[in-house]
């Protein structure tokens, strides 16, 4: 495997289910993302780790929690989300979280929240 | 309220001709912009940046130019290919902050062959 993996790539969940999405890259970067991308919106951030600490919360609800247990990996838990939850869930690293080391992305989990 | 439009959703251009998408921002901070390209079932690939001490970036057949006065950014793709038929989206960061990356929404350019 190359680049940035993402499993699954298709999710469908119940508003009261808990499921993963997870993450993993093999470019031996220090840094992780995960990004959301909601129909016809932008890409927004959500978190940022680097070197395996949060760096960055963009105001994320608490039904969605990270965790990077090294800097290969990065999963996101998904615990009682709602309708307007469903969206394309894009996995990113960099070298560092520097702003010009370029951020390469992994094809992203669709999400279905029902 | 979105710092970074791309007000074409979508564009249509002939193979070998000129693609120009376009991207407007609104936050003077901003400093440090880039593109990228989606393919379908993909994540988006990185394909250039500029910084704004710079006003013209060129790589290959893809240059992006950027006017700070109007706050506006452009990419050029010429010529264009079939292959470039994808979604592009532009991305602003500013130096303050945490230098996240603020993207607009996109716009899905179509190269007729």
């Known amino acids: 495997e190359t680049g940035v993996t993402q499993t699954p790539r298709h999710l469908v969940m119940g508003m009261t289910n808990k499921k993963s999405l997870k993450c993993e890259q093999h470019?031996?970067?220090?840094?992780m993302y995960w990004y959301k991308q909601s129909a016809k919106k932008p890409l927004e951030l959500m978190f940022v780790?680097?070197?395996?600490?949060?760096?960055e919360n963009n105001s994320v609800p608490s039904r969605f929690s990270p965790e990077c247990p090294n800097s290969s990996h990065l999963f996101l838990h998904l615990h009682t989300l709602q309708p307007e939850d469903s969206a394309l869930y894009l996995c990113?690293?960099?070298?560092?979280?520097?702003?010009?080391?370029?951020?390469?992305f992994g094809p992203g989990t669709r999400l279905t929240v029902l | 309220d979105q710092q970074v439009k791309q007000n074409s959703p979508s564009l249509s251009v002939q193979e070998g001709r000129i693609s120009i998408l376009n991207c407007d921002y609104t936050?003077?901070?901003?400093?440090?912009f880039l593109w990228y390209k989606k393919y379908p079932a993909e994540g988006p690939t990185f394909l250039i940046s500029?910084?704004?001490?710079?006003d013209k970036n060129e790589d290959g057949r893809f240059t992006v130019f950027l006017n700070k006065s109007a706050k506006h950014l452009s990419l050029h793709i010429v010529p264009s290919q079939p292959g470039d038929s994808a979604v592009y989206f532009c991305a602003a960061s500013a130096t303050s902050g945490t230098y996240k990356y603020i993207f607009g929404t996109g716009t899905r350019l179509k190269v007729l062959a």
């Open positions: 936050n003077s901070m901003f400093d440090y």
């Open positions: 470019l031996g970067h220090n840094a």
């Open positions: 500029i910084s704004s001490i710079k």
């Open positions: 990113a690293s960099s070298r560092t979280s520097g702003r010009t080391d370029t951020q390469y």
């Open positions: 780790y680097n070197f395996k600490e949060q760096t």
